[in-house]
């Protein structure tokens, strides 16, 4: 079969098996992208730019951005050629092995507990900015909704993505008009920073490109359509593009670097004036919900998948693993041992290394052992060695300097 990208209307070979009752529409899937990416990343990048700068911000986001939307489509195709619905965890399992499947399983644990902890630390600090209640109460509140919905299953997911997304998207682009238009923003804000201080802040870029894990779920809601499987990927990855370099831009050219908050939208808010405080931080809580949703519905899924724990569906069973995936983050929230930023920070150090080598392994072997020969393919410059030797290797030196700033060998990036 041709490695060139073509797009098919039907599956050809073998047929996937039955539709699930829950399918997804196509803006539904593009918003499970968005809203998953959207989340704490969003808020945290301008303050952990604030050494380097927009500029080399804005290279990591082009460039991070770019192999990312790669890599996830690898996992697009491994799961179109796989007859079985399954997640990362499972996919490793088939096409890597077992040693594959659990260090994927650690890298969704690590990356999910990672970020929903900074989802709780952040709503806490916004709805106590916003009303005055205690951060813990304010993390509560956040957390009925967020679980809720998180319970209710793929399909009340995609919905709840849909109309929140939409929503988000209207409001950052009534706040970036405004920032626009404010007379003491300062476009030359934007070339301030040092470039020396540049590769942490790949690290918290690698993060807010989190959706990877999101695509074998929105597989199983495009099982009816899965031609329009890699369309949305590159929709959604377009639009996350758009709305993470417009939040900075606007951040910092308003407040400078020396000015912002850890989570941005506190400052940004209070540099336009009353209103744009309550709507700069009512988008910030929908971008952690939706974040929510779609890596704590991941995180869920794959802990029935490494476990084995039959369908997903089961009430019981459901709520069991919902409680695993939501109590933890919350009780290390409040624990002190770590910040907002960092727990973004390590958690994509961890996941990013494994996220850049498992999809080249998995779609290797989905080529060589998978069920099906799907309507699409990755093309064949996409798969070239040398861009999944650069993918690695990227990641790999990420973690290095990691490993060494947190043991005091290098200056801290924030």
Same mark, same amino acid.
């Given at each position: 079969?041709?490695?060139?990208?073509?797009?098919?209307?039907?599956?050809?070979?073998?047929?996937?098996?039955?539709?699930?009752?829950?399918?997804?529409?196509?803006?539904?899937?593009?918003?499970?992208?968005?809203?998953?990416? $959207?989340?704490?990343?969003?808020?945290?990048?301008?303050?952990?730019?604030?050494?380097?700068?927009?500029?080399?911000?804005?290279?990591?986001?082009?460039?991070?951005?770019?192999?990312?939307?790669?890599?996830?489509?690898?996992?697009?195709?491994?799961?179109?050629?796989?007859?079985?619905?399954?997640?990362?965890?499972?996919?490793?399992?088939?096409?890597?092995?077992?040693?594959?499947?659990?260090?994927?399983?650690?890298?969704?644990?690590?990356?999910?507990?990672?970020?929903?902890?900074?989802?709780?630390?952040?709503?806490?600090?916004?709805?106590?900015?916003?009303?005055? $209640?205690?951060?813990?109460?304010?993390?509560?509140?956040?957390?009925?909704?967020?679980?809720?919905?998180?319970?209710?299953?793929?399909?009340?997911?995609?919905?709840?993505?849909?109309? $929140?997304?939409?929503?988000?998207?209207?409001?950052?682009?009534?706040?970036?008009?405004?920032?626009?238009?404010?007379?003491?923003?300062?476009?030359?804000?934007?070339?301030?920073?040092?470039?020396?201080?540049?590769?942490?802040?790949?690290?918290?870029?690698?993060?807010?490109?989190?959706?990877?894990?999101?695509?074998?779920?929105?597989?199983?809601?495009?099982?009816?359509?899965?031609?329009?499987?890699?369309?949305?990927?590159?929709?959604?990855?377009?639009?996350?593009?758009?709305?993470?370099?417009?939040?900075?831009?606007?951040?910092?050219?308003?407040?400078?670097?020396?000015? $912002?908050?850890?989570?941005?939208?506190?400052?940004?808010?209070?540099?336009?004036?009353?209103?744009?405080?309550?709507?700069?931080?009512?988008?910030?809580?929908?971008?952690?919900?939706?974040?929510?949703?779609?890596?704590?519905?991941?995180?869920?899924?794959?802990?029935?998948?490494?476990?084995?724990?039959?369908?997903?569906?089961?009430?019981?069973?459901?709520?069991?693993?919902?409680?695993?995936?939501?109590?933890?983050?919350?009780?290390?929230?409040?624990?002190?041992?770590?910040?907002?930023?960092?727990?973004?920070?390590?958690?994509?150090?961890?996941?990013?290394?494994?996220?850049?080598?498992?999809?080249?392994?998995?779609?290797?072997?989905?080529?060589?052992?998978?069920?099906?020969?799907?309507?699409?393919?990755?093309?064949?410059?996409?798969?070239?060695?040398?861009?999944?030797?650069?993918?690695?290797?990227?990641?790999?030196?990420?973690?290095?300097?990691?490993?060494?700033?947190?043991?005091?060998?290098?200056?801290?990036?924030?």
């Amino acid at each position: 079969m041709s490695e060139n990208s073509t797009f098919s209307p039907v599956l050809t070979g073998r047929e996937r098996t039955a539709v699930p009752t829950k399918s997804l529409s196509f803006i539904e899937g593009v918003s499970m992208i968005v809203g998953t990416n $959207i989340g704490a990343g969003v808020l945290s990048i301008a303050y952990a730019s604030s050494k380097a700068g927009f500029l080399p911000l804005l290279f990591w986001l082009v460039l991070v951005g770019s192999l990312t939307t790669v890599t996830m489509l690898y996992v697009a195709e491994s799961t179109l050629r796989t007859r079985k619905h399954l997640q990362l965890s499972g996919l490793s399992k088939r096409y890597v092995g077992g040693f594959g499947a659990l260090m994927m399983f650690l890298s969704v644990c690590v990356n999910s507990v990672g970020a929903l902890t900074a989802y709780m630390t952040g709503s806490g600090k916004l709805l106590h900015s916003l009303f005055g $209640i205690s951060p813990a109460l304010g993390s509560v509140l956040f957390f009925v909704p967020a679980a809720g919905v998180l319970y209710l299953g793929l399909k009340a997911i995609g919905r709840g993505e849909k109309f $929140i997304s939409i929503g988000m998207v209207v409001m950052i682009s009534v706040l970036v008009i405004a920032t626009l238009l404010k007379e003491t923003t300062r476009v030359g804000y934007l070339l301030d920073g040092n470039w020396l201080y540049m590769v942490p802040v790949f690290n918290v870029v690698a993060f807010c490109f989190s959706a990877q894990y999101i695509v074998p779920e929105m597989a199983r809601g495009f099982a009816d359509k899965p031609e329009k499987l890699p369309r949305a990927i590159m929709v959604g990855m377009a639009l996350t593009f758009a709305l993470l370099a417009l939040v900075p831009l606007s951040v910092i050219s308003l407040n400078g670097l020396d000015n $912002i908050s850890d989570v941005a939208t506190i400052s940004w808010g209070r540099a336009l004036g009353e209103w744009a405080f309550f709507s700069a931080n009512l988008f910030a809580l929908c971008a952690m919900l939706t974040s929510y949703w779609g890596l704590g519905g991941s995180f869920l899924t794959n802990i029935f998948d490494q476990f084995r724990l039959g369908n997903d569906e089961q009430p019981a069973r459901r709520l069991m693993v919902l409680l695993v995936v939501a109590i933890p983050p919350f009780v290390l929230a409040y624990s002190g041992m770590v910040s907002f930023v960092n727990a973004l920070y390590f958690a994509g150090v961890f996941s990013g290394v494994i996220l850049s080598i498992m999809p080249i392994l998995m779609l290797k072997g989905a080529r060589q052992r998978g069920d099906l020969t799907p309507g699409w393919t990755c093309p064949a410059w996409m798969t070239h060695p040398l861009i999944q030797c650069f993918i690695v290797l990227l990641y790999l030196c990420s973690a290095v300097y990691a490993i060494a700033s947190a043991v005091g060998y290098l200056p801290a990036g924030w």
